[in-house]
């Protein structure tokens, strides 16, 4: 990328001003006085100047270096040049824009750093001063009143327009610069986010398949070691039905990294559709084979689920039903869903004590306090190896607005119920 001569030229010298203002100050000064200087001995056609040249110098020089606390004092130096540019004036010197030069250079530096109030008081007020030391001098007795006063007003009005045009350019630039740098900071937090989401659903995901096969597999295992001496056959049936389930496992695995790994090229191979209840004799069947009997119970019209809640639905009855066939010293499991008004009723309990050595059970949990999300307590118990099943199941109903109660039941064994809103399902969702 070039840059032209002119554009390096003007960056070099905006940096240097900001590194050293008093010498571009000073320089400013210089120049002023020097145009004020000039402009003491110009004079009308066939008119002699007055003969106060030293008292003019003594104001103008006065009037620049007032100008010096331009940055700090910008009401000062407008205060101290225009008094002593209309005590020139008054003197009897041709009012000319080289005279009045401190004036101007004043009145813009002031409406670049004054607000809009201050900028109008002092602006208006240093305007009719000097009108009225226009037509009060001697330098202009043969022009008109009119030509006296808006030659002046004309001068003063310009400094005042662009310096009120650079403060509101600046004020735009500093707006612009800090909506963009909010922006950033808002992109940046809501990436992070989404990240943070991401993580948490993929590692349900996984958690769900692996966690939930692989109980299943180790069940099946276990049960066809202790049966392979007294029942060849059903150890058969067994490993037969444990070659399914790692099968499962597998093609679960791969549909979620295949998930992972679209890019959204339509002509990416399709994807298998997400589970849900329709795969629940699948599930009965595969826990049954694990020795876990499940019973199911339907209450109320069954209703037509939207993907969502039909997914976190199966996989909450999925995860309760793995917690039974590791944790619990029971052989029977009871699934309850219920369509009440506007929610799905889903109820996992089991009959038998829950084993001391259990791993994902925790304490009961009133569903009122199951709005917010998971705390750094949960998190903190899941890292200790308190496993990460019910905290998985509670975030699961959360992200589609339900509530999840797991605990202890008072008669013995263990239940989770949960409270899913039947969304409507819609297509172009």
């Avoid at 590194?19 to 200087?37: E, K, N, Q, Y």
């Avoid at 496992?249 to 679209?262: D, F």
Wanted: glycine share 8%; net charge negative; hydrophobic share 45%.
């Amino acid at each position: 990328m070039t840059t032209s001569p002119e554009r390096r030229y003007a960056d070099r010298i905006e940096g240097f001003s900001e590194r050293h203002p008093l010498a571009i100050d000073v320089v400013l000064v210089m120049s002023l006085m020097g145009c004020g200087v000039l402009g003491s001995m110009l004079t009308l056609p066939g008119a002699d100047p007055p003969d106060r040249d030293k008292a003019a110098v003594v104001l103008l020089g006065v009037s620049c270096l007032a100008l010096l606390k331009h940055r700090t004092h910008p009401r000062t130096a407008l205060v101290v040049s225009a008094a002593c540019g209309v005590t020139v004036v008054a003197l009897g010197y041709l009012l000319t824009p080289l005279l009045l030069a401190p004036v101007m250079a004043a009145l813009y530096w002031l409406a670049v750093l004054a607000d809009r109030r201050t900028t109008r008081v002092y602006g208006i007020t240093t305007l009719v001063a000097v009108i009225v030391a226009a037509a009060i001098s001697d330098s202009m007795d043969h022009l008109s009143l009119l030509l006296r006063t808006i030659g002046p007003l004309f001068w003063l009005m310009l400094p005042l327009a662009a310096g009120t045009m650079t403060r509101l350019r600046r004020a735009y630039l500093a707006a612009v610069q800090a909506r963009a740098e909010h922006a950033e900071r808002t992109r940046e937090e809501e990436a992070r986010l989404r990240v943070t989401e991401e993580r948490m659903r993929i590692a349900r995901e996984l958690h769900d398949v692996v966690a939930h096969h692989m109980a299943l597999a180790n069940a099946q295992a276990g049960t066809a070691a202790h049966l392979a001496l007294t029942s060849p056959e059903q150890t058969k049936a067994i490993l037969t039905d444990l070659t399914g389930t790692t099968s499962s496992a597998l093609r679960e695995l791969k549909a979620t990294l295949g998930l992972l790994r679209q890019n959204g090229d339509p002509d990416s191979a399709p994807l298998e559709p997400s589970p849900g209840l329709a795969r629940l004799p699948e599930l009965v069947s595969a826990c049954a084979s694990a020795g876990l009997k499940v019973t199911l119970t339907m209450e109320g019209e069954p209703r037509h689920l939207s993907p969502g809640v039909d997914l976190t639905a199966f996989r909450i009855v999925q995860e309760a039903l793995t917690n039974v066939a590791k944790h619990a010293s029971t052989a029977a499991a009871h699934v309850r869903f219920a369509y009440t008004g506007s929610r799905l009723m889903i109820t996992v309990s089991n009959d038998g004590p829950v084993a001391a050595d259990a791993v994902d059970p925790v304490d009961p949990v009133d569903p009122v306090d199951l709005v917010g999300p998971v705390d750094a307590a949960a998190a903190g118990e899941a890292t200790q190896g308190r496993g990460f099943g019910v905290m998985g199941m509670r975030e699961r109903a959360r992200s589609i607005g339900g509530d999840l109660c797991a605990g202890h039941r008072p008669e013995g064994g263990f239940e989770v119920t949960t409270a899913l809103p039947l969304q409507p399902y819609d297509a172009e969702d």
